[in-house]
């Protein structure tokens, strides 16, 4: 695939998986209208919504059809993925004024419907990817298996512990390992979920689940790596947040700790080994693996 032509693609792909994750918000009305509107306005705001559209092109290493369980988690994750947004940029934990180019959940609507709408989006993830216990496909083991993975990987032992860790260490002096700590369950929890859950959902084999984690396991790390970098080198325009906000919180990032040139080269490490445990997937890989080199040159 040349490279204006997976643009095009990409563009295409991304359309289609917000038209499937909008499908599942709820209806802006009754009195509680106020914590729907704020979950709606941080979920439309926009965003890259990487995370459905990893785990729909993982399933399809394993599957071609795709059915409504499948659209029902890939809303549930960038739900999660929201409410991680709108509680990270909380006062409380990195006080940000700006997110997906519009400002936060918590300037808008307040501070305690922002805690809520993160509550809310959370709860209601579970509620809407549960709907695929009813379904007929892909059955039962499936569907449990792939809650279960929905649950823990942004759990405690997760998001949640890394976020943890995060917050304990800023302005702290912090080893290597802490913040690899940090890295891989702060994000890449997230990122290993959407490519387990797509390939639990598509059929895949205990084997084949696990080498989807570990190349989910690269892609996360390579992607926060950046965000890192990023946070130095963009601009607040093209990121759509601002920059900076590592320093301004006193946070040791990848960057700081191994340099800008060493950084950008554990991108591009990580993400051809992830390359290479694609490829050993097989399948309907081409797209997944031309996401994944773009992963390393994004800007945003
Ligand atoms: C940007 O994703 C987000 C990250 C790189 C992850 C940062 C981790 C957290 C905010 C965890 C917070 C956890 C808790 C429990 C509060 P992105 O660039 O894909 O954003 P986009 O969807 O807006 O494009
Ligand atoms: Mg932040």
Redesign the pocket.
């Known amino acids: 695939m040349n490279n204006s032509s997976f643009e095009t693609e990409l563009r295409s792909r991304i359309r289609d998986t917000e038209a499937i994750v909008v499908r599942y918000l709820p209806e802006e009305t009754g009195y509680n209208r106020t914590v729907l509107r704020a979950m709606n306005y941080a979920v439309r705001a926009g965003?890259?919504?990487?995370r459905p559209l990893l785990m729909r092109e993982t399933y399809h290493l394993f599957c071609p059809e795709e059915g409504e369980a499948l659209y029902r988690f890939m809303a549930a994750i960038e739900m999660i993925?929201t409410y991680?947004?709108i509680?990270?940029d909380l006062p409380a934990?990195d006080n940000d004024d700006y997110r997906?180019g519009r400002k936060t959940t918590h300037l808008v609507f307040g501070e305690d419907m922002a805690i809520l709408a993160g509550d809310g989006l959370l709860n209601y993830a579970f509620e809407v990817a549960a709907g695929a216990f009813r379904l007929a496909e892909p059955g039962l083991a499936r569907v449990g298996r792939a809650m279960e993975t929905l649950a823990a990987k942004p759990g405690i032992y997760g998001?949640?512990g890394g976020?943890t860790a995060d917050v304990e260490l800023t302005g702290k002096e912090m080893t290597l390992e802490q913040l690899q700590y940090i890295h891989e369950h702060?994000?890449g929890a997230l990122i290993e979920c959407a490519m387990m859950v797509g390939a639990i959902l598509g059929g895949a084999s205990e084997e084949q689940i696990r080498t989807a984690e570990a190349a989910a396991s690269k892609i996360g790390m390579a992607?926060?790596i950046q965000?890192d970098i990023l946070d130095v080198t963009a601009t607040e325009e093209t990121l759509g947040k601002p920059v900076r906000s590592d320093e301004k919180n006193q946070k040791v990032t990848y960057v700081t700790f191994m340099g800008m040139e060493r950084a950008a080269r554990d991108v591009r490490e990580l993400s051809s080994e992830a390359v290479s445990l694609l490829e050993s997937l097989g399948g309907e890989n081409g797209f997944l693996i031309a996401l994944t080199d773009h992963l390393t040159r994004r800007d945003r």
């Not at 965003?47 to 990487?50: A, E, H, P």
């Open positions: 965003g890259k919504r990487l993925h991680s947004l509680h990270d934990l997906r998001m949640i976020q702060k994000t992607f926060q965000d």
